[in-house]
């Protein structure tokens, strides 16, 4: 148990509003980043991300609602910190790199502004590139640098800042793989320390599904549902978050008896049983989403073959059945033809109800 | 970018554009310069040894330095101060520190003079009077009024497309604070267009002429330009007319000196590599105090450069006799029906036939070196071009003048051939600079949705290129109006342009009917440049560009 959130929090948000140009770019977001963790912040563009993680670097001032860093209150709409005054360092869309300066001089920059001297700075500044494998690359300058390059540069240097809170303004390429492995052992050392924690705003589910520990899914500036990757996957809030996290079929069929995390599904006359949470509706026409996993093929139900797309590891099946088309994912070359008539099973569904069951905000929730 | 008008006849519009070139510049000042060589030859020496001569190139390298050296870092000052959003009516402002470039020079200083003089506004109304306004002092704070738009804006060009918001985030969230982000980053993006503001305004004032003689030559203060003014216009022995073209080709040596390395210093350095991202302002703590001081400041400045100086004018216009006092009671419109004679409408009607010719011709040349330029070939032809930008006007007036004065000495057609050379990169660059901006692929998409390649920029460039050709327009037809250094060089008999009437009088000491004409004169530059203005706002404004591109940009912050 945590005996006092804040103090172990690295972000809070407190039902944070935040107008910027005339529109409402957040909308009453209340949210925790732990020591240690990494949340994505997952939405189209114009859904706020960028706004929200402006705010939390001190680039622009809450209209309502409080900002706390470390368990200390950093922004109100009365008062708020200047960037350099909060513990955050910040890797930047297109990385934000100054022209004029080399690659050393850049990530020795943060480092300089802490007060250590220029030689000091330089040395810890070459052992950071170092790290990144690019050390070789310390006298060019940005327009000298290939993208990657300065992908590098830019998150040596928000790495140089020694923040407990690292930002991402959806980097225009993703995180490779070793780069990745830098940023979250860095995270770990500073979790020891003094703890410290991620904030990744990305539209890409793949990205933000794969890298966090949490997702925070926003849709015009208002949170729409928080949780673990498997769960925005599995348990999404409705169509619009299930679309958003992967492919999504929907059926429509009758639902009996759902009990124990099972419940009985009546498509095309077939009564089969599937895991559904309990709190599925027993009922006529219940929209199920199913994932691409969680049907396969052979068994008791029918359907035709509508398409057939071989995806390299695996095929994409999309079956016509009485209640909806299908999307059904196998290992393997295709095993049918399109246009013939195929069995296949349901193992598992997800019905798409109203969303007043979700939290969609962690005030009073430990998720964790 | 091979697209577009490929199969027009390239060829032969790049001989066609570079026999006009040769013909309004290269041959006039090559001409200028055998002239020289031919009459002046063994007599240079004498020449330049004439009494004054040496007091006039010093006091114009002395007046170019000085007014620079202000003019410069008050308009990076003022282009820092209005990026803050704690500064009230910032957008207001923005349009307000450009409106001393729509009053002509010689308005300007004339105002001053009505303004600050002996027997002027502030000294009939409160008693004081600045006595040197007349002479060194005034022609430095005209010209540094004059000159402060222009480095403002090349400066706030420069904030705008490299000093990128997220470059100056990315110090502050990196431990800078706010002076120091200004001193480790947003000052060296800056230097490049900070030096091009400096060369630009040194350059401006040594050719500089309106405002040195309005003010200057009352007192005996010279410079280069006056002095070949007064020796081509009143000059009788025939040692001034050699002395006139000596020091033409002085102006334009000096110039030459300063511009060709700064040039080379700064082209690499000025090309802007990334699209800047003019979404989102730059970071401000909103203090507020700040704020209002920057724009009391800026109140200030212009209520004592432009607004006062307008308004003496305006009264110096209504009173009928110097000596009677410039209450409202005394108010008539005596000079105005003085000065609105015969003499004047005909000038009237040259300057606006000519500044219309004159802009169109120009809109024409201009866009042809903008296409042309998009080939190698035509590359030479464009920097040709953009030299004669810092061409004095009194030099290519003079060259003109010895080049084609035995048939067309005293036209209308010599001026209109000066304007065309003078303003040709005024032309150019708007133009040049919006189809730079033009995206490759809106063009080729065109095509191959099968639209030609007139059909093509009809309908995808024209629409994006309108405010840039508006504007190249606008700022031919309104500096064609009040020009005046080569025109007051180049008039005869029947071809006074509404400037030269307007200067004349002047030197006859007509207080009232000068101020009427210079009342007339900025009314009518008022009158024609407004509407086109709002025009071109209207068409930049980012609603109407968020229109075209969708929506989705609307909210990125």
């Keep these: 148990m945590r005996p006092d959130a804040t103090s172990t929090d690295v972000l809070e948000l407190r039902d944070l509003t935040v107008d910027y140009d005339g529109v409402r770019a957040v909308d009453r977001v209340s949210l925790r980043v732990r020591r240690g963790e990494v949340v994505a912040l997952l939405g189209p563009s114009g859904s706020g991300k960028s706004t929200l993680l402006h705010t939390v670097a001190g680039f622009l001032p809450p209209t309502r609602g409080e900002v706390w860093l470390k368990g200390r209150r950093v922004a109100t709409p009365e008062r708020a910190e200047p960037p350099e005054g909060r513990d955050v360092a910040v890797v930047f869309q297109s990385y934000a790199l100054w022209p004029h300066m080399s690659a050393l001089d850049t990530v020795a920059y943060p480092i300089r502004r802490k007060g250590s001297s220029r030689r000091a700075a330089r040395d810890e500044a070459l052992e950071l590139l170092d790290r990144l494998h690019i050390a070789h690359l310390a006298d060019r300058r940005p327009a000298e640098l290939s993208g990657g390059e300065q992908q590098r540069v830019g998150l040596a240097r928000a790495l140089a800042r020694q923040a407990s809170l690292y930002l991402f303004d959806e980097p225009t390429a993703h995180l490779d793989t070793h780069v990745r492995g830098v940023f979250l052992d860095e995270l770990v050392v500073r979790r020891e320390a003094s703890g410290g924690g991620g904030l990744y705003a990305t539209h890409d589910a793949e990205e933000a599904l794969g890298l966090a520990d949490r997702v925070a899914l926003l849709d015009a500036g208002r949170l729409v549902q928080l949780g673990t990757p498997q769960q925005l996957y599995s348990e999404p809030v409705d169509l619009w978050a299930a679309r958003l996290t992967g492919p999504a079929s929907v059926l429509e069929a009758s639902v009996r008896d759902a009990r124990d995390g099972r419940c009985s599904v009546i498509i095309d006359g077939t009564v089969v049983t599937v895991e559904a949470p309990a709190d599925t509706p027993v009922r006529d026409a219940v929209p199920l989403l199913v994932r691409p996993g969680w049907a396969r093929l052979g068994g008791e139900l029918t359907g035709r073959l509508q398409s057939v797309r071989f995806r390299g590891p695996h095929c994409d099946y999309s079956v016509e059945t009485a209640s909806g088309n299908v999307l059904i994912r196998e290992p393997g070359p295709p095993r049918h033809a399109a246009g013939t008539d195929v069995r296949w099973t349901l193992k598992r569904t997800w019905p798409m109800i109203p969303a007043s069951r979700y939290q969609a905000s962690d005030k009073d929730v430990d998720v964790s | ?557």
């Design chain 2, 1 to 557: 970018m091979p697209t577009g008008s490929a199969g027009l006849g390239r060829g032969s519009g790049l001989w066609a554009v570079g026999a006009v070139v040769t013909m309004l510049v290269v041959l006039p000042v090559l001409r200028l310069i055998y002239v020289v060589w031919i009459e002046g030859g063994s007599r240079l020496g004498e020449v330049f040894g004439r009494p004054g001569l040496d007091d006039a190139v010093v006091n114009t390298l002395l007046l170019a330095a000085a007014v620079t050296v202000v003019a410069v870092p008050l308009g990076a000052f003022v282009a820092l101060g209005l990026r803050r959003a704690d500064v009230p009516g910032r957008r207001g402002w923005r349009f307000a520190m450009l409106l001393p470039v729509l009053v002509p020079q010689f308005v300007l200083g004339y105002s001053w003079t009505q303004a600050y003089g002996r027997a002027g506004f502030t000294d009939s109304t409160l008693g004081l009077q600045w006595s040197s306004v007349l002479g060194p002092w005034g022609v430095w704070a005209v010209l540094v009024v004059n000159t402060v738009p222009l480095t403002y804006l090349v400066a706030a060009v420069g904030l705008a497309t490299r000093a990128e918001p997220n470059l100056e985030r990315a110090a502050r969230a990196s431990g800078a604070s706010s002076a120091s982000v200004l001193r480790d980053v947003t000052l060296p993006l800056l230097r490049p267009s900070i030096a091009a503001a400096t060369v630009l305004s040194f350059v401006l004032t040594l050719e500089s002429f309106a405002i040195p003689q309005v003010m200057g030559t009352p007192a005996g203060f010279t410079t280069v330009t006056t002095r070949i003014y007064r020796d081509l216009s009143l000059g009788s022995d025939p040692f001034s007319f050699v002395e006139a073209l000596a020091l033409a080709l002085l102006l334009v040596a000096i110039t030459v000196v300063i511009v060709v390395p700064a040039d080379l210093w700064l082209t690499p350095r000025l090309r802007v590599t990334r699209v800047a991202h003019p979404e989102g302002a730059p970071i401000v703590t909103p203090s507020g105090v700040v704020g209002r001081w920057i724009a009391a400041g800026l109140c200030g400045y212009l209520v004592a450069g432009v607004v006062l100086p307008l308004v003496a004018l305006v009264v110096a216009a209504l009173t009928p006799a110097v000596g009677v006092s410039p209450s409202p009671g005394n108010w008539t419109l005596d000079n105005f029906s003085l000065v609105v004679n015969s003499r004047t409408m005909e000038a009237l009607g040259r300057s606006a036939l000519l500044a219309f010719v004159a802009a169109a011709l120009l809109l024409v040349l201009g866009g042809l070196v903008a296409i042309l330029e998009r080939r190698r070939a035509g590359r030479a032809l464009a920097s040709l071009v953009t030299v004669t930008l810092v061409l004095p006007g009194s030099t290519l007036a003079v060259a003109l003048l010895i080049t084609y004065g035995r048939w067309l000495g005293g036209t209308l057609v010599l001026v209109l051939l000066a304007y065309l050379a003078k303003l040709w990169a005024f032309a150019h660059r708007p133009i040049s600079g919006a189809l730079d901006r033009l995206p490759d692929g809106e063009l080729q998409a065109a095509r191959a949705s099968g639209a030609g390649p007139l059909t093509a920029v009809r309908t995808v460039a024209l629409r994006p290129l309108a405010p840039a050709l508006l504007a190249a327009w606008l700022i031919c037809f309104v500096t064609a109006l009040h020009e005046v250094t080569m025109s007051s060089l180049l008039y005869g008999p029947g071809s006074e342009t509404l400037a030269v009437v307007v200067l004349n009088s002047q030197e006859l000491g007509r207080i009232g009917p000068t101020a009427a004409l210079s009342v007339l004169l900025t009314l009518i530059m008022l009158v024609a440049a407004l509407p086109l203005w709002l025009q071109i706002s209207w068409l930049r404004s980012p609603r109407r560009m968020s229109d075209v591109r969708g929506r989705s940009l609307a909210h990125a912050p």
